[in-house]
């Protein structure tokens, strides 16, 4: 976010007032508008492969919004009213998919470019899903347990008629986890009848295992994003055993990412979340302070580390920088105080387009989002396979084919991107784009 004073600079933030001409109001804008973002790259990518004009159209706007007022009883008795959205980016090449976010962050907006991100990730994989996202404009942390429960289940009720296991179907995202999970299933399975309760397990992915849920599913964004460090580490011959890394976002990307690397030798020096930032020189225990926010609900007061600002902490020199966290959050200043060799997106919009020019400049890699964070769907899609067919699969078989699935992706993208000479996110976006082309032009446009 920045301030600014001059009414000539342009508003990208929806819902933002634009100030009157010659006024000096001061107003507050959000710097990068994370759909327009999504939305450039599109047309960058779209450029790079020469995407028909009409396919461009078509997935330049989601194919459906969704917007619910839902009411939720307190546990004081008062009742608040919560807004919800879903959308559906596109169902080309198969159910819409995508997370469901808690935060009070959330806008229309967002999610639009989240959802139209989903898309791109499921192409890039080679998954037959499409893409669509969701959440709740609130803050998780201030409400209790029961609260939690019932906002979930009203926001699944009031989406009910728009969700189901061939045709959108949610996972976890940031705020949200494999209990959320569980209460949606649960909530959607009631809904439909009792001869068909057991046959919609696949509404949502991401479920806890006694639930239908698979092996390998907590940590596969995680566990996702180290298989691309790892393909890069080959690439530039880099040794990650005795290396060092950041972590912005200490929840379930940032922490399966420190916990998984750790064992790879990566030791994780400065980590942070919304409660704050600390440092430690010699290693945090990463299994240690995964364990101590399950139990506290942040990194707040976990005694192996020193408090650092958000400012220090981008300063900190690594070798790895992997924000977790939110989108926007290396511009122009982080990038430029960045001392590392590479950024590892596990977040989705991490780094804005002014932060993204600054670290090309600097020489500084970039693995995308688009690609990093693909461990998530990949591995929800295994477990919609294994809720139809009534299977569960061991842990090794998940990531087994979780590793061949990123390492291939890893490898197009390079060589795409070495062919054509673009950036990494610029050749996953025209990886995706190119595939969904292919069935638009063998499908064409009904009638
Ligand atoms: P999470 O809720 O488990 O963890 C989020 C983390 O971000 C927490 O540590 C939280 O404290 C921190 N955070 C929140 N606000 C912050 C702020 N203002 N400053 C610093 N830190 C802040 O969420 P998650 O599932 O780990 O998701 C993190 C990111 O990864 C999101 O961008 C999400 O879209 C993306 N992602 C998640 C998955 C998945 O499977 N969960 C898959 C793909 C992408």
């Given at each position: ?14 819902g ?18 994370f ?15 020469n ?54 962050s959330?806008?229309l ?47 699944t ?21 494999s ?90 020096v ?18 240690k ?17 020193k ?14 920088f ?28 991490p ?32 477990e ?8 569960s ?8 084919k ?13 060589d ?21 082309e ?10």
């Amino acid at each position: 976010m920045k301030t600014i004073d001059s009414p000539s600079e342009t508003v990208q933030a929806s819902g933002s007032i634009p100030a009157a001409p010659g006024s000096s109001r001061t107003i507050i804008v959000k710097e990068f508008d994370f759909f327009k973002v999504v939305q450039d790259y599109l047309d960058r990518a779209a450029r790079t492969i020469n995407l028909q004009d009409y396919v461009r159209t078509i997935l330049s706007e989601p194919k459906n919004e969704i917007i619910v007022n839902f009411p939720v009883k307190m546990d004081g008795g008062e009742v608040r009213l919560f807004k919800g959205y879903r959308v559906q980016h596109n169902n080309l090449l198969g159910p819409f998919k995508g997370g469901i976010r808690f935060h009070p962050s959330v806008t229309l907006d967002d999610v639009k470019a989240l959802a139209a991100m989903m898309t791109w990730k499921s192409a890039l994989m080679r998954i037959p899903f499409g893409g669509g996202k969701g959440g709740v404009k609130f803050d998780p942390h201030t409400v209790s347990r029961d609260e939690l429960q019932r906002i979930t289940r009203r926001f699944t009720h009031a989406l009910s008629e728009n969700i189901g296991p061939e045709y959108d179907i949610p996972a976890p995202d940031l705020g949200t986890n494999s209990q959320t999970m569980a209460w949606m299933m649960d909530t959607y399975s009631n809904m439909v009848g009792s001869a068909r309760k057991q046959s919609v397990k696949g509404v949502v992915t991401g479920k806890p295992v006694a639930s239908g849920g698979t092996l390998g599913r907590a940590k596969a964004t995680g566990q996702g994003a180290v298989f691309c460090a790892i393909e890069w580490a080959k690439e530039k011959s880099f040794e990650l055993e005795g290396s060092t890394m950041a972590v912005q976002g200490f929840g379930n990307v940032g922490s399966h990412v420190a916990v998984i690397l750790s064992r790879l030798g990566v030791s994780t020096v400065a980590v942070g979340d919304h409660s704050g930032y600390m440092v430690n020189p010699e290693g945090l225990n990463a299994h240690k302070l995964q364990d101590w926010v399950v139990d506290h609900g942040s990194i707040a007061g976990y005694p192996g580390g020193k408090a650092v600002t958000r400012e220090d902490f981008f300063k900190q020199k690594v070798d790895i920088f992997a924000p977790c966290a939110l989108e926007n959050q290396i511009g122009e200043s982080e990038a430029r105080s960045l001392d590392c060799k590479v950024v590892l997106e596990g977040a989705n919009g991490p780094t804005n387009p002014a932060g993204e020019k600054i670290l090309l400049e600097r020489g500084i890699d970039i693995l995308p989002d688009v690609l990093v964070n693909s461990g998530g769907v990949t591995v929800s899609y295994y477990e919609w396979v294994q809720n139809k067919r009534s299977e569960s699969w061991t842990e090794e078989e998940v990531d087994t084919k979780l590793e061949k699935a990123m390492t291939r992706a890893y490898r197009e993208i390079s060589d795409f991107s070495r062919q054509n000479k673009v950036d990494r996110r610029i050749a996953g976006y025209a990886l995706a784009l190119s595939r969904i082309e292919a069935v638009y032009k063998e499908r064409e446009i009904f009638p």
